[in-house]
Nanobody, 123 residues
Framework: EVQLVQSGGGLVQAGESLILSCAAA????????IAWFRQSPGKEREGISC???????YYRDSVKGRFTISSDNAQNKVFLQMNSLKPEDTAVYYC?????????????????WGQGSQVSVSS
């Protein structure tokens, strides 16, 4: 059974850090890359970072230099370290398996989503 279970998130002040984790079951990074998406109120969900089984990492410009994606292949987990958080980073964050990804494109697989984690950044 395919599952992605997220943990982390919360409320922080601008400039602080948070880490999100995503534990995958039923597939590995060698099967499908895993990406992080986020959705702010009134906006479409957008992919922001992705990691492949070959450890290729991609970032959207809005998070490049502040967010770091990593993986623990032994535990089949992916992490998103978020530093220097800004109020505009406030969103619900989701991990998902994707067909393909790059800096500016993320193609999620239907049904391969985590449950979502709220990240709120106050100014």
């Amino acid at each position: 059974e395919v599952q992605l279970v997220q943990s982390g998130g919360g409320l922080v002040q601008a400039g602080e850090s948070l880490i999100l984790s995503c534990a995958a079951a039923g597939f590995t990074l060698d099967d499908y890359p895993i990406a992080w998406f986020r959705q702010s109120p009134g906006k479409e969900r957008e992919g922001i970072s992705c990691i492949t089984g070959k450890d290729n990492k991609y970032y959207r410009d809005s998070v490049k230099g502040r967010f770091t994606i990593s993986s623990d292949n032994a535990q089949n987990k992916v992490f998103l370290q978020m530093n220097s958080l800004k109020p505009e980073d406030t969103a619900v964050y989701y991990c998902a398996a994707v067909w393909r990804c790059g800096h500016d494109y993320y193609y999620p697989r239907a049904g391969y989503w985590g449950q979502g984690s709220q990240v709120s950044v106050s100014s």
